[in-house]
């Protein structure tokens, strides 16, 4: 079977995920989403939902299992949490460094860090982007968090490091269902998560020219 082309997709919409901000929307069967790191060194926190029953959704812990890796590679794919394929992880077009082990960022995780106003936050952004496609979130899943380094160290201890993306990196990934998609551009400025200062994300949907 011959290599993916990517130049044979075409841009159906460009969507702009501002720092800090959430978006979300609908990627059909089939379609695909680009998600950019414009500036370098910004993980983006990534959920997926079945779009005709959202009590469906992407999975990291199954799809673990599913793949027995902490991390997908190319032309493997995350599952739902009813096991079955929702995204593939098409092409990556970066160092290839994600995470699937670390919740969202919420208020909680800014409190432990001694901020005592309101934060913007992963798990907000989620609910607010599914909010405005229709949908109640109130369990927030464990989301794929792209470009974001955190290493397992022999001991068993987990560090975080800042991504370790290039202006313009990217990875690919392709819807087996109808899907609701929702990606947050992290604005975790407490640890490397971001590098301490986050910056937009890119997403495009793509589809077969």
Same mark, same amino acid.
């Given at each position: 079977m011959g290599r993916f082309r990517f130049s044979a997709l075409k841009v159906k919409q460009e969507i702009p995920i501002p720092a800090r901000t959430g978006v979300g929307f609908r990627l059909a069967r089939g379609e695909y989403v680009q998600v950019v790191d414009p500036e370098g060194q910004q993980c983006g926190d990534l959920f997926a939902y079945?779009?005709?029953?959202? %009590? =469906?959704?992407?999975? !990291?812990?199954? %799809? /673990?299992? *599913?793949v027995d890796?902490?991390?997908?590679?190319?032309?493997?794919? *995350? +599952?739902t949490n009813l096991r079955r394929p929702i995204l593939m992880? =098409?092409?990556?077009?970066?160092?290839?460094?994600?995470?699937?082990? *670390?919740a969202a960022c919420d208020p909680p995780r800014y409190a432990q860090y001694g901020v005592r106003e309101w934060h913007p936050n992963c798990a907000e952004n989620l609910r607010t982007a599914m909010k405005a496609l229709g949908h109640e979130v109130c369990h927030?899943?464990?989301? +794929?968090?792209?470009?974001?380094?955190?290493?397992?160290?022999p001991d068993g201890r987990v560090d975080f490091r800042p991504p370790a993306t290039s202006p313009g990196?990217?990875?690919?990934?392709? &819807? *087996? $269902?109808?899907?609701?998609? +929702? $990606?947050? !551009?992290?604005?975790?400025?407490?640890?490397?998560? &971001?590098?301490? /200062?986050?910056?937009?994300?890119?997403a495009r949907i793509l589809i077969a020219g």
């Open positions: 079945n779009a005709e029953d959202v %009590t =469906e959704h992407l999975s !990291a812990e199954h %799809t /673990r299992v *599913f890796r902490l991390f997908p590679l190319e032309g493997q794919s *995350f +599952v992880l =098409e092409q990556d077009h970066s160092p290839g460094i994600h995470d699937m082990l *670390f927030v899943p464990q989301p +794929v968090n792209l470009f974001m380094q955190v290493a397992v160290l990196d990217w990875v690919l990934l392709k &819807a *087996f $269902i109808d899907c609701l998609v +929702v $990606i947050s !551009a992290c604005p975790q400025q407490w640890n490397p998560a &971001a590098n301490y /200062r986050p910056s937009d994300l890119l």
